[in-house]
DNA sequence: ATCTGTGCTGGAATCGTTTCCATGATGGAC
DNA sequence: GTCCATCATGGAAACGATTCCAGCACAGAT
């Protein structure tokens, strides 16, 4: 009986034939004649034989895994993007392996070396620092896939020699600006000139833009910068309204700041949308069952890990000088109406009404 | 200049010791004089060296890393449960290789092989098919822990070898009994009695007996075996509310369930909780935001994640005859009030009103 | 009959670590 | 001064695969 784990060693004895045959016949490389490549095989079979992972990995220096790095798998933006990567990874007979920064740039360093050191293959990634932070993957030649955005400092023309390699990294990326030109614009349209922002830097600016586009005043103090945390976006929801109680419009950043919005609100006896109107980035199932309806801007989350993983995992040689960006959805439900009271007016509505504020 | 890593070789030839003695120092192992300690430690600090997991994986014949199945990430309590692994893995040095069963017991089965083969060293899973599945993986002395269920034909009393092993193993589950029964007795206090159920075959067993033990008949057309897939979950909610209009009061198995009865009722003109009273299994954010609020019985999604991994992570010798039950709690929102139309007065309402069923 | 090219085959080297074991040195006790 | 225990040390053997390369058999051409 054996003990353990049948080897190649243990097949080739059984089969009267060298280890090299059996790996040959085993990984299809090599030829062998029919008459032997039957015999490894029935021996193969008889005692159970699975090549070990280990041996293969060390001896071709790779181990055929996939590194994900998101933020926070609990938001279902990144766990459907997750859902993404593994479903095109399952195809491809991958492991993924997952790890969470929560934002944290020295998390994610963390991570970053514990894929270095297990030798990982492919890195798809929702940066959280720093772009220097990957030149340790690149350097242990990992293909690397940057999702839903870049990393800091990443936009600006390259200067060293490493950074000219960053910036070859390809990525999968949404079109946040079409789709905040399109929310912003549908709000304006409604008669909205204070319309409030929350959310990180990338679409933030793409918000001012849509603004001026739009002929909105931008309004420093409407637009509020917060990264989705759980734990701090109801408050930066909630000091925002209190704040500036003539906001007519908010637009969310991600679903996160949307639901700390549309709590806040409520929790502010704000009615949506007749008192404020809501805009949220990002699709969510609950969008439809809260009431009022949330409008929101919809981004395929999933796709967007399934074409990132594509791209890591078919041709890990292809670099791309241009992200791959995917279409966004301005998806209209009912959460917008035209602003009833001061907005639209003047450029600050004068006096504005105390609309039951409790803090 | 280094054209690749560092082995533990260079590292040797640079301090000018044995690959013995840097290991001994670096693995902190056994001993060392402080002279050579320093010695290699400068220069493996010099050459940058990070040991390679491969080599050490081959030798040491386990990977260190630990494998996650989950039914479907997408799915926010199977997503805090993985956060629950990931965080407690984080804190051990582990890696977390997710994989999705999507409810198929055949995939499963695959995501099982390719961790036998990887030699993953521990798994934690919400099961999906058969206990027999599993058989491979105790047989590679892989740590096991079930979490969230327990595999099909797991519960009655063991009949073979291989059937008391799995017997042993450890499970962290949730006090699905209590939460079902509070919520029935909860439903059956409002003076509930035609009360209906969606869910899975563990729940279902829970709720007759909450049930009988509230005194209130049970109708097997009511209850309605699901297991919560996003595209099938819809359509068995409306069909029940279809089939059986004077259906008084309905708790959802899990959060997949509750949001497809809450979607169903409101495309069916069925207002919650006057015309039906709902309450799901899973507390999720989005049900202090819909209308009305939904009541929920709660569950510690992530908790039941990281004790999973503490059991398989900590004292992975441990085998438990008992499962570690986490507790449940009824949250009393808005989504049930008593019966205002034929419940209540007899065991079959007469002649339900048709409440503008479509269909 | 000899030569050559083709196609199987298996021994051995390799990947980078850990760990066993033999060796040499050191220091204290007698 | 001798002896023994203790300790640091490095060579070498695993771990389980892949793959290079040399050897060998055999078929066809000369």
Known sequence: M????????????AAGVG???????????????????????????????RPSALGRNL??????????L???ITNLFYSRLADGVLSCARSMNEHVIVGTTGNDPEREAELIGGFVDQSVDRVIAVPS????AWIPVLRADIHLVFADRLPLGLSPTPTGRDATALHKVPAVLADDRSGIHAAVGYLAGLGHRRIGFLGGNGRQQAFREALT?????????LIVTARGARDTSYAA?????????????????NNILGEAAVLAARELDLRVPKDVSIVMFDDVPWAELCSPTLTVISQPARDMGYRAAELVLRDPRATRTRPTVLPT???????????????GRGRYGTDPRDRGLRG
Chains 1, 2 share one sequence.
């Open 129 to 132: 620092g720093d772009a220097e």
């Open 237 to 253: 929801a909630a000091s925002l309204f209190q704040r500036r109680p003539d906001i007519s419009a908010l637009l969310a950043g």
């Open 59 to 68: 001896k071709l220096r790779r181990t055929g895994a996939l590194g994900l």
């Open 213 to 221: 586009h739009s002929g909105v005043p931008a309004d420093d103090e």
């Open 329 to 343: 959805e301005l998806v209209v439900r009912g959460s917008c109406a035209p602003p009833t009271d001061g907005a």
């Open 70 to 72: 998101v933020p926070d």
């Open 2 to 13: 054996m003990d353990h784990r049948a080897t190649i060693k243990d097949v080739a004895a």
């Open 19 to 49: 280890v090299a045959t059996v790996s040959r016949v085993l990984s299809g490389n090599g030829s062998a004649s029919s008459r032997t490549r039957e015999k490894v095989l029935e021996a193969a079979a008889r005692l159970d034989y």
